[in-house]
């Protein structure tokens, strides 16, 4: 159980999408954090498979985490040590519905998505992931990716460190966006939910993303971040898209990210109210998915 004496936070939620490069959205995502609640959450899932039907997908793993973690709000604010298991529920009931659909829709094979989910009650962030899309945090100046990375990319980083090939290989290795792990109806090789959770502290900065945010270096969002101290979150998220359009690159991956800027709620006057993104951008959506979310094209390879 929590205690009582925990601090009191405010949230300033803002989150933005871009299709980059590609031709539509195979990102999907979802911020439901409002100020008062007693836990709020943001989900994430950067669909993969191209015309194996990535943005369907990500549609399929968003709803159904959604679905779960609505269902468990209760459960999971009274009691706390039950979010790890909740979330991996949510992930595993998420695969098996792709597996379903790709029973039935054999033209589906090969679709998949990544999944983050941060979770936000009390004074605690709780999250789960599966796949390379990352969940930053900002504190006293410095950024830290708190989820691990399931792709090839950290390996081939350290193959780098320890000069079995050159920084300019490894930057342009074909193998760094191969997942090593990802929801696609089969057992999930790795995932990342801890069981303890990381405890917030007022001026805290959540990002929550899909990977085509890291097409910027980490040391360029820290920068943004660390350069605009009085910002919102809406002044954030703004300029780490205009940073991301400046690069002009012609391989840029969607990109769709949340900042959530911690506050202390008695301190802090200005904080704007959180509604919810329910923001349909392309295509029509199935019947088995509720229009409550943005869908979300990049094709990846999957764990084998």
Known sequence: MHKQCEPVFAFDVASAMSRGARDYQEDAMLADIANGADLGFVILADGMGGHAAGDVASQIVLTEVFRALTFMRSEMVADRTCIPETLRGAARAANSRLRSHVEMHSECSGMGSTLVVAVLVGDEL?????GDSPLFMFRDNELTRLNEDHSMSRAI?????????????????????????????????????????????????????????????????????????????????????????????PDLDNV?????????????????????????????IPDFVQPMFSIGPRTKGAAG
């Not at 917030?200 to 993303?209: F, S, Y």
């Not at 800027?261 to 029509?284: H, M, N, Y």
């Open 126 to 130: 709780h999250w789960i992931s599966i």
């Open 157 to 249: 980083d350290t193959m780098v460190a320890a000069g079995a090939m050159s920084a300019a290989e490894g930057k342009d290795h074909p193998d760094r966006n191969v997942l090593t792990s990802v929801l696609y109806g089969k057992p999930i090789p790795h995932v990342d939910c801890p069981e303890m959770p990381l405890k917030l502290k007022g001026g805290d900065t959540l990002i929550v993303a899909s990977d085509g945010l890291q097409f910027l270096p980490n040391v360029e969002i820290e920068a943004v971040l660390r350069d605009q101290p009085l910002s919102g979150s809406a002044e954030i998220s703004d300029s780490l898209m205009e940073g991301l359009e400046r690069l002009q690159d």
């Open 256 to 284: 769709s990210l949340s900042v959530v800027q911690v506050k202390t709620a008695r301190t802090d006057s200005s904080i704007r109210p959180v509604v919810p993104l329910r923001v349909i951008e392309t295509g029509s």
